[in-house]
T-cell receptor
Framework: AQKITQTQPGMFVQEKEAVTLDCTYDTSDQSYGLFWYKQPSSGEMIFLIY??????QNATEGRYSLNFQKARKSANLVISASQLGDSAMYFC????????????FGTGTSLTVIP | ETGVTQSPTHLIKTRGQQVTLRCSSQSGHNTVSWYQQALGQGPQFIFQ???????GRGNFPPRFSGLQFPNYSSELNVNALELDDSALYLCASSPPQRGLARSSYNEQFFGPGTRLTVL
């Protein structure tokens, strides 16, 4: 089974609107971390936001927020007030305490912001 | 503070050849992980090095090997290159583990990657 599933290969959003990128995960570990990364066409992975499995509040970082629904095993990324520079690939990733050091990445969602 | 750097930026090899990719970790980071990202896919974990020893490995054959040096920089070596090895190779460094936090958080900082093409 896939550890991380991103079901939206491509998304479009109007500039200044909000957009939600979906991510579901699969783990039997009680302790894990969920991450979102942005990858522009240049290739570098840019860390956006983190949510720990024991964190009771949803993580927020500026215009990014993570909608964490533990029972559903989902960790959706919400980008508010989209900007043209947000156009990129977005990857959801997970790290489990049980598997130590390995990050599992999803297949990504390509976001295009329309002026 | 210098971020994670990788060299070379691009590389073209032929089947059967060997290649060495290099990564310099961010200052203060003692852990380096390597990932392979095929076109249109997410990164796949190859292995991680911590204090000069392999500290976890993904589902990659032994012809993928690595080293970490005392200054925490790292090399990824791939022998007997195959066409499917064509990919973006990403290096990520991590700071020392944060205590005994209940979560497994340990952020990684990625380099710009090396794009390998095997002909």
């Amino acid at each position: 089974a896939q550890k991380i599933t991103q079901t939206q290969p491509g998304m479009f959003v109007q500039e200044k609107e909000a957009v939600t990128l979906d991510c579901t995960y699969d783990t039997s570990d009680q302790s894990y971390g969920l991450f979102w990364y942005k990858q522009p066409s240049s290739g570098e992975m840019i860390f956006l936001i983190y949510q720990g499995s024991y964190d009771e509040q949803n993580a927020t970082e500026g215009r990014y927020s993570l909608n964490f629904q533990k029972a559903r095993k989902s960790a959706n990324l919400v980008i508010s007030a989209s900007q043209l520079g947000d156009s990129a690939m977005y990857f959801c990733a997970m790290r489990e305490r049980g598997t130590g050091n390995q990050f599992y990445f999803g297949t990504g969602t390509s976001l295009t912001v329309i002026p | 503070e210098t971020g994670v750097t990788q060299s070379p930026t691009h590389l073209i090899k032929t089947r059967g050849q060997q290649v060495t990719l290099r990564c310099s970790s961010q200052s203060g980071h003692n852990t380096v992980s390597w990932y392979q990202q095929a076109l249109g896919q997410g990164p796949q974990f190859i292995f991680q090095y911590y204090r000069e020893e392999e500290n976890g490995r993904g589902n990659f054959p032994p012809r993928f090997s690595g080293l970490q040096f005392p200054n925490y920089s790292s090399e990824l070596n791939v022998n007997a290159l195959e066409l499917d090895d064509s990919a973006l190779y990403l290096c990520a460094s991590s700071p020392p583990q944060r205590g005994l936090a209940r979560s497994s958080y340990n952020e990684q900082f990625f380099g710009p990657g090396t794009r390998l093409t095997v002909l």
